[in-house]
């Protein structure tokens, strides 16, 4: 078995690397001439460094020009802000070298903790400019007056690279934001309704769980293409406003799917013709060629699915046994209608925005989930590290250890925040010392004796073309760019070449001892445990539908949905190869989005002037006691009334009163216990 699935990587990786497709040709090529334009510039300008412009083409590199723009952008401001903290350490504390050290390492903990609280691309400037201020003072040791020099330099060589490999990306064959954003939405949108299909037909549980994961992940990567594809263009950025409503949608769209499907109804006639209609709308909408090009048909479709949803059924209809139920089920299929269609709606106004109004209402509010306690993690362990080998080095005198000192900041902050750490950081590893026998054969052997750029060309293309064709795989993007990097980094090309392999065996030796230091570091000092993040996570979540039951501002829901569903995406890489235990803290997750909703829906009828005093007391006692449960029912106890007294309550509304508010009311009741019966671990607190 194991041998079997070893054989299936290697094909897999194989086939990868043998079968580029045309963009990826592109990229590749596109990115290595960028490679060499920024480092002609270089020796046009006569820079010290000429190494670091055609290494920030390859850092920056991606497929899409709106994320080279970003990764550019925010690598020039993180570059910016470290020579600046460079200059002003090394000024302050540039004559006691200890003292130094510390301060530069307090200075990466502030920059890690920053990073481990933002996203792409912003925190990769924010990890940047700590690890810049060492690369930049470092060097200066002993000699503060040539800091501003160094700070000057580094930041012109970084500015030749990114203008090459952001004018490259946007005027050869370029693959832009806007474009990549347009048709991810589709693919989203048709996941959906594949998705749809399969849970309003009692599809394969696992085949829908795993469409499901998928989806939270892409619609979470639409929000970072706006971003991109907001930099990539300025006149996108009106747009931008229909992608942010659109993501929402997309989220509540899906919320409605699976809750249809995690409580199928039984056959009856209020339900079946709803039910028959979505089921049939999805499915066209999958097995349409070109579906998408026109959405009004589908517009069309779903506004009368809507209204008929949300039409009372006739008294003397067949609602079975479960009014309640029915009404449910009634009033969810609604809001799927309503929210696909607004995302249909999102779709044209991406595509075409002229003649469609901008802005209407207040736009949803895009929150992500911040892990504070992870972030001051990060930060302890990276400047814990930095200061523990700088003081090796100022102890030892070995002038090589300053670079791996320089190598343990870069890889302890720039890898911290990733789920796994040990081995992103692991697969760097890999990366540069497969790079290291081809700087050697190149910049030792070869270019010594055939010297100039032409021959540097001729040499280095073969390799590099290969490693950005690896780059475009996502498969093998981490190791493939360490090489990239580090083979240039270990060539340091120079107009003039010399054989000189003892400095570079030496400084070669230094970055790989401070990568598998920086592992060490992960691996040891305050090491990461995926279900401590997780449960943080989790408990977040219970107090988050605590807030909503109890606070006197009823939140927005657009705000409510994009943090839990954020949340539910930090969840998915910790806990998803943990077996049934992590599928249930995953589906009580997702459990926990609907119950929130719900909980909206609720505040926000018991503030409705139509609904009887005693029902908006009755929901109001019902949510004090879900957050009483939410907040000190342990695991393992047992379970309080909660879920008996929601039950009762909506029996005792649909009894004494059967008006299409009242039974909707009473459909919220019902879905918040059904959630707590499926998962009652999750709702309950850790404690910890």
Known sequence: MNRSRLTNFLEASFTGLTQPTRSDWIFALRTVSAGLIALLVAYALKLDHPQWAMMTVFIVAQPVAGMVLAKGFYRLLGTLAGGIAAIGISTVFGTNPWVLVTALAVWIGICTFVSSLLRNPEAYGAALAGYTAMIISLPAFGQPQLIVDLAVARCAEIVVGIVCAGVTSRLILPKLASEALVSRLKRCILDLAT??????????????????????ADTETLAEMRAYARLEAPSFAPRAHPVRRTIGQLLSALSAARALHSHAAPRNAALLPVRGELQSLVGDLVSTPGALDDTAPWVKRLDALSAEARRMPDPSTDMGEDRVGTITRLTIAADFAEALKQVLRGLDALRDPVGRPLRSGRQPALVVHRDYPGALRNAVRAALATLLVAA?????????????????????????????????????FKGTLLALPFAFLVGQIALPVLPGFGWFTLFVVPILVPAALAMANPRHVGVATAFAINFLAFLSPHQAMVYDPGPFLAGSASIL?????????????????????????????????????????????SAFESLAYDRVNQLMPLVQNSGRKGDAVLGGSVAAVTVGLEVLRLRNASQSQAIPPETATSISNFLTGLARELLFRAPGDPSTSTVAVARQYAAGIARRNG???????????????????????FFANDRG
């Not at 399969?198 to 394969?204: E, M, W």
């Open 513 to 557: 001892v401070g990568i598998l230091l920086a592992i060490g570091v992960f691996i040891v000092v305050l090491p990461v445990d995926p279900w401590l993040v997780a449960n943080r996570i989790v408990r977040a979540m219970r107090q988050d539908l605590a807030r909503l039951c109890l606070h006197e501002r009823v939140p927005r829901r």
């Open 195 to 216: 998705y749809a299909g399969g849970a309003f037909s009692g599809g394969d549980l696992a085949t829908l769980a795993g469409l499901h994961r998928k989806l939270v």
């Open 659 to 681: 008006t299409g508010e009242m039974l909707r009311i009473a459909a919220s009741l019902r879905i918040i216990a059904a959630a707590m019966e499926d998962f009652p671990d």
């Open 392 to 428: 090796f080095w100022l102890t030892t005198k070995w002038s090589e250890a300053a670079g791996t000192v320089i190598l343990v900041a870069v890889v302890s902050s720039l890898f911290a925040p990733r789920p796994d750490p040990v081995q992103v950081a692991w697969g760097f």
